[in-house]
C-alpha cells in the first residue's frame, strides 16, 4: 500500500460526459502528480501540483483540468469525454523536494479506469 | 519522441535465473532514474532509482545499472522469482522549470517461469 487513494476504481460514462477523479496523496505529501496510461503505453505526465498551486502542466488536453484543494487531496476533471479518453488515470505524490533539494520518489496510486462508451 | 525506450515489450525468464531489463534514454539533462513494478489492476510501485552520480544502486534482489556515456539504465533481478512477473516501468526524471518531472518508458512485461 502506496499511501495514496484514488477514488473511483472505475467509472463508465457516455462520450460527451463529464467526470471527476479523485486522489489522496500520502500523508505529508505535498506535490500531486496526475498520469494517464492508454492501451500499451507508457504513463503519460498530465499536471502537477504543489501545495494548492499547479507547478507544472504535461499532455493535458484542454479538455482536462484539475485543482489541488487545502486539504492536499487533488481532483482531475475530464469533460467532453470522448472514446480515446478511455484509459487507466493515476496519482502520484511526493514530499517536499524545494527545502533540501533532493529529489522525491514519486509514489502511485492504484489507478482509476475510466472506460468512455 | 520517445526520451525514454523500453525496446523489448517482453521477456520470459526461468526461475532462479537472472532478468535483465534494460531502458535507454535520449535526453542528457536527466539526473536521476527509476524502477517502477506493475501488477494487474494496481498502481505502479516504487523499485529501486538510481542517482546520476552513481553508475550501480543495489537493493536486496535488484540491482540497477547506470551507463551515462550510453545513456542506458538496466535493471537486475537475482534470482528471478515467480512473483517478480510484472510489467516493469523505468522512467526518468530532470529537473526544470521549477520542477521534476518523469518520463516514463513504455514498460517491460516480465514472466518469471516456474
Known amino acids: 500500500d502506496s499511501g495514496v487513494t484514488q477514488t473511483p476504481k472505475h467509472l463508465i460514462t457516455a462520450t460527451g460526459q463529464r467526470v471527476t477523479l479523485r486522489c489522496s496523496p500520502r500523508?505529508?505529501?505535498?506535490?500531486v502528480y496526475w498520469y494517464q496510461q492508454s492501451l500499451d503505453q507508457g504513463l503519460q505526465f498530465l499536471i502537477q501540483?504543489?501545495?494548492?498551486?499547479?507547478?507544472a502542466k504535461g499532455n493535458i488536453l484542454e479538455r482536462f483540468s484539475a485543482q489541488q484543494f487545502p486539504d492536499l487531496h487533488s481532483e482531475l476533471n475530464l469533460s467532453s469525454l470522448e472514446l480515446g479518453d478511455s484509459a487507466l488515470y493515476f496519482c502520484?505524490?511526493?514530499?517536499?523536494?524545494?527545502?533540501?533539494?533532493?529529489?522525491?520518489?514519486?509514489?502511485f496510486g492504484p489507478g482509476t479506469r475510466l472506460l468512455v462508451l | 519522441d520517445q526520451q525514454v525506450k523500453q525496446n523489448s515489450p517482453s521477456l520470459s525468464v526461468q526461475e532462479g535465473r537472472i532478468s535483465i531489463l534494460n531502458c535507454d534514454y535520449t535526453?542528457?539533462?536527466?539526473?536521476?532514474f527509476l524502477w517502477y513494478k506493475k501488477y494487474p489492476a494496481e498502481g505502479p510501485t516504487f523499485l529501486i532509482s538510481?542517482?546520476?552520480?552513481?553508475d550501480k544502486n543495489e537493493d536486496g534482489r535488484f540491482t540497477v545499472f547506470l551507463n551515462k556515456s550510453a545513456k542506458h539504465l538496466s535493471l537486475h533481478i537475482v534470482p528471478s522469482q515467480p512473483g517478480d512477473s510484472a510489467v516493469y516501468f523505468c522512467?526518468?526524471?530532470?529537473f526544470g522549470s521549477g520542477t521534476y518531472k518523469y518520463i516514463f518508458g513504455t514498460g517491460t512485461r516480465l514472466k518469471v517461469l516456474a
Open positions: 502520484a505524490s511526493s514530499g517536499d523536494w524545494t527545502s533540501g533539494g533532493l529529489q522525491e520518489t514519486q509514489y
Open positions: 500523508s505529508g505529501d505535498l506535490s
Open positions: 501540483y504543489y501545495n494548492g498551486e499547479e507547478r
Open positions: 535526453n542528457s539533462m536527466f539526473d536521476y
Open positions: 538510481i542517482s546520476s552520480i552513481k
Open positions: 522512467a526518468a526524471s530532470a
